[in-house]
C-alpha cells in the first residue's frame, strides 16, 4: 500500500471494501475510477460517489450495499449488515447476491441438524434411495439428446437447405473466374429451448421438495440453459446454487438459499412477482415452462389464475405437474386447478421422480 | 489510459448537462456525470434501465451535442459480423470479375466494401457516434464479438487485415435488461441506470417534447403515470407514454371533450397490455388524471 501516492489510497482501499463486499471489480475498472475521480475534481464527496457508481458498474439492486461500503470508507461510518429477507407482508423477490451467501453461508455452518432432517424427509419417499438414483443417472444419460429444440436465427452451411449461401457460392464463383459452378445453400440452426422449472416449496408440498431439487439439479447440469425458481411465501432463484457438479454439495447450497421451505402457499402473488421482474418473465418467453405444484392457493384464486394465464401466453409450452395426479381418480376440481387446467399444455403426474423424470424427457415430442 | 477532458468544448458534467438541456434531452446530474466521463476517459457508456425511460433518446442527445451523426445498430439474436461489420457486394464482385475478363482485378477493393454500423464508426471515428440498442435482444456470441471491438476498437477483416480506429470512438450501448449482461462487457463500460425521471423533471420533459400540452395537463398525467407505475403492471407506461398520453388527450380536449374523458378515450397510449387495462379496471376512475386545465 505504501508504494501508493497517499491521494490514491482511499479509492484503490474503497474497490478493495467493495471486492470484500461481493463486487466483483477488475483492476481496469479501479484505474477508470481513479482516472475518472481526478477528471470531476472531485468537486465534493458525491463525485467519488457517482464515479464510482458508473465505472464500477453498480446495478439498481445492490445500490444499497454500494452505499454502504461508500460510506463505510469514505464518511468512517459502519457497514450495517445486509438485511435479509426482512419480513415484510409484501411478496419478495429473493435473488441471493455473492454478500447474502456469505452470511447464509455462516448461517449454514452452525446448523448441523439441517442434514439430518433431510435424510428423515427422505425416508418417506416410496422408492428406495437406489431406485431413485437409478432414475437420475438414466435421467441425466438421455436428457441432452432428448432436449426440445427451436430453430435459431443463426444459419450454417447445408448439403439441402433452404436459402441461397450468397457468400460462398460467390467467393467461389471468383475463384472460378465468375463462374458459378455450384449453388451453395444454408439452413437454420437449431438450438436447444429454455427450459424454466417453477417449484412450489410451500407446505403442502413438503414431501417431494428435496425430490424435485435433486431432479432439478440433474437438469441444471445437462440442459445448456435451464433456469430454476422456487415458489412458496417467496420466490427464490436457485439456479446459481445448482450449478455445483456434485449433488450433495449443491442440494445444501440451494436449501441454504431457500428461505421458506414448507412455508405457507401464495403461489399467485410468487408467480405475479416473478412476472413483474422483466429478467426473469424473459427467461419464460419461448421457454418450456414445468410447474411443480398441486396448485392449492390459500387466499383468493384470481391472481394465480392470470398469472398462470400470462406464463402460458410467454411459454411454448406449460407443463403442470400435480403430486395428487397419482390418484387415479383425480380430476383437477379445484378451483384453481380447473381454472388452470385449459391453460396448460398437459398436466401431468408430479408424485414421483421417475413420472417427473419422464415427462421432462418427452417435452420435446408434440404436446 | 488515454484521457481528454474537454470534447468538442464539453469539459465538465455541468456543461454537458447544459448542452444536453439546450438540445431538448433534460438529464440528471448522474447521468450527465456518467457520459461525461465515459467520453472524457474514451469508454463506451452503457444505460440500462426499464422501456421507455429515454436511454435511445439520451444516446442521440449526446450525438447531437457533439456534432456527430448517430449510427444505429438494433440489435437482434442472431445478428452476426454481416450485419454489424462489414459485408462483401457479392453482385457487383462478380460482375466486375466479368467485365475484366483477362485482365486482373482485385476483388477485395474497398468500392466493393458494404460497411455497416460498426465498420462505419471505426473509418470515422470523430464524426459518428455509435449506438448499439437494445444488446440484450443480441445472444451471448454477439456479445462476445462485441466485446473484442469494445477493448481495443480494431476490427480484422481476413482479405485486409486489420482495421483500427485513430482515435477512439463513442459508442453508447443500450439495455433494457431483459436478461443479465456478461460481466466482462459491462466491465468495460461506464454504466449507468436510468430510473423513471421524479416527477418535476418528467413534467418539464412533457412540457419540453410536446408542445400543445398545458403545464397542468403535464403535471396530472406525470402524477397518474407515476402512480400507474406503481402497480404490478405487465408494461408499465414510459417517459414516450407519458408525452404521447399528454398529447393525446390535449388533442381531443381541443376537439371538445371534456376533461376526464379525453384522459379515459386515450387510455391506450399510455396501457399498451390488455391484461394491464383488465387488472385496473374497477379501480382506473381513481388513477385518470384529475382537474387538468
Redesign the interface.
Known amino acids: 500500500m505504501s508504494i501508493l501516492p497517499r491521494p490514491i489510497e482511499p479509492m484503490v482501499a474503497f474497490a478493495q471494501a467493495l471486492r470484500g463486499a461481493g463486487f466483483a471489480i477488475a483492476p481496469d475498472q479501479t484505474i477508470g475510477f481513479i482516472a475518472a475521480v481526478g477528471l470531476l475534481g472531485p468537486g465534493d464527496i458525491l463525485d467519488i460517489h457517482k464515479a464510482g457508481l458508473a465505472l464500477f458498474a453498480i446495478p439498481p439492486e445492490r445500490r444499497g450495499d454500494y452505499d454502504a461500503v461508500f460510506r463505510s470508507v469514505f464518511l468512517g461510518q459502519t457497514v450495517a449488515a445486509p438485511v435479509i429477507g426482512a419480513e415484510e407482508d409484501e411478496l419478495q423477490v429473493h435473488e441471493p447476491t455473492g454478500a447474502e451467501t456469505d452470511t447464509e453461508v455462516e448461517d449454514d455452518d452452525s446448523d448441523i441438524g439441517d442434514e439430518a432432517s433431510a435424510a428423515e424427509r427422505l425416508g418417506h419417499r416410496t422408492l428406495t434411495p437406489g431406485q431413485a438414483n437409478r432414475v437420475l443417472e438414466l435421467f441425466s444419460r438421455d436428457l441432452p439428446g432428448r432436449l426440445p429444440l427451436r430453430t435459431s436465427y443463426r444459419r450454417r452451411a447445408r448439403k439441402s437447405g433452404d436459402k441461397l449461401d450468397i457468400r460462398r457460392t460467390l467467393r467461389e464463383a471468383a475463384r472460378h473466374d465468375g463462374d458459378i459452378v455450384r449453388l451453395r445453400e444454408t439452413a437454420r440452426k437449431r438450438r436447444p429451448r429454455k427450459i424454466l422449472f417453477l417449484i412450489d416449496v410451500s407446505g403442502s408440498m413438503e414431501q417431494g421438495t428435496e425430490t424435485v431439487l435433486r431432479l432439478a439439479h440433474a437438469l441444471v447440469q445437462g440442459a445448456e440453459r435451464a433456469e430454476v425458481f422456487t415458489l412458496a411465501t417467496r420466490l427464490t432463484r436457485i439456479t446459481p446454487a445448482l450449478r455445483p457438479g456434485d449433488r450433495a454439495q449443491a442440494l445444501d447450497r440451494a436449501s441454504a438459499v431457500i428461505a421458506d421451505v414448507d412455508g405457507g402457499t401464495r403461489l399467485g402473488a410468487a408467480m405475479a412477482a416473478f412476472l413483474a421482474v422483466p429478467r426473469y418473465a424473459a427467461f419464460a418467453r419461448g421457454a418450456a415452462v414445468v410447474v411443480i405444484s398441486d396448485g392449492l392457493e390459500r387466499d383468493d384464486i384470481g391472481p394465480l389464475v392470470a398469472a398462470v394465464d400470462r406464463l402460458s401466453r410467454l411459454a411454448w409450452r406449460l407443463d403442470w405437474l400435480t403430486p395428487l395426479f397419482a390418484d387415479p381418480n383425480y380430476r383437477p376440481e379445484t378451483a384453481a386447478m380447473a381454472a388452470i387446467q385449459p391453460m396448460t399444455t398437459r398436466l401431468g403426474d408430479g408424485s414421483d421422480i421417475a413420472a417427473m423424470a419422464d415427462h421432462i424427457l418427452g417435452l420435446a415430442r408434440a404436446a | ?1 488515454p ?1 481528454t ?1 474537454n470534447i468538442a468544448g464539453i469539459d ?2 455541468v456543461a454537458l448537462q447544459q448542452a444536453l438541456v439546450a438540445a431538448q434531452y433534460l438529464a440528471d ?2 447521468l450527465s ?2 457520459a ?3 467520453l ?2 474514451g ?1 463506451p457508456l ?1 444505460l ?1 434501465g ?1 422501456p421507455g425511460v429515454g436511454k435511445t433518446e439520451a444516446a442521440k442527445a449526446v450525438g447531437g451535442v457533439l456534432g456527430r451523426t448517430v449510427l444505429r445498430l438494433q440489435c ?3 445478428i ?1 459480423a ?1 450485419g454489424a461489420l462489414y ?2 457486394n ?2 457487383r ?2 460482375l466486375a ?2 467485365r475484366a475478363e483477362d485482365a486482373s482485378i482485385d ?1 477485395y477493393d474497398d468500392r466493393f466494401l458494404l460497411a455497416r454500423p460498426m465498420l462505419e464508426a471505426l473509418r470515422n471515428p470523430s464524426g459518428t457516434l455509435l449506438l448499439i440498442d437494445e444488446i440484450d435482444r443480441a ?1 451471448h ?1 454477439f456479445e462476445a464479438f462485441l466485446l473484442e471491438f469494445l477493448s481495443d476498437y480494431t476490427i480484422s477483416i481476413p482479405e485486409i487485415g486489420t482495421m483500427r480506429a485513430e482515435t477512439h470512438p463513442v459508442v453508447v450501448l443500450t439495455s ?5 449482461l456478461h ?1 466482462a462487457l ?2 468495460r ?5 436510468i ?1 423513471y425521471p421524479d416527477a418535476t423533471l418528467e413534467a418539464r420533459i412533457v412540457m419540453a417534447r410536446a408542445s400543445s400540452v398545458a403545464e397542468t395537463t403535464a403535471q396530472a398525467v406525470v402524477a397518474s403515470v407515476t402512480q400507474l407505475r406503481a402497480e ?1 403492471l ?1 408494461k408499465p407506461p414510459g417517459v414516450a407514454e407519458t408525452v404521447e398520453w399528454a398529447e393525446a388527450a390535449t388533442l381531443l380536449n381541443a376537439q371538445g371533450l371534456r376533461w376526464p374523458e379525453a384522459f379515459r378515450q386515450s387510455i391506450g397510449v399510455a396501457l399498451k397490455d390488455h ?1 394491464d387495462l383488465t ?1 385496473l379496471q374497477d379501480r382506473l376512475e381513481a388513477l385518470l388524471p384529475g382537474e387538468a386545465a
Open positions: 489510459m484521457v477532458p465538465s458534467p446530474d448522474a456525470t456518467a461525461y466521463l465515459a472524457a476517459l469508454k452503457l440500462e426499464a437482434y439474436e442472431g452476426d454481416s459485408e462483401w457479392y453482385p464482385q462478380l470479375l466479368r476483388l445472444d456470441e433494457n435488461r431483459t436478461r443479465d460481466e459491462r466491465r463500460c461506464v454504466y449507468h441506470w430510473d404490478p405487465a391484461d387488472f
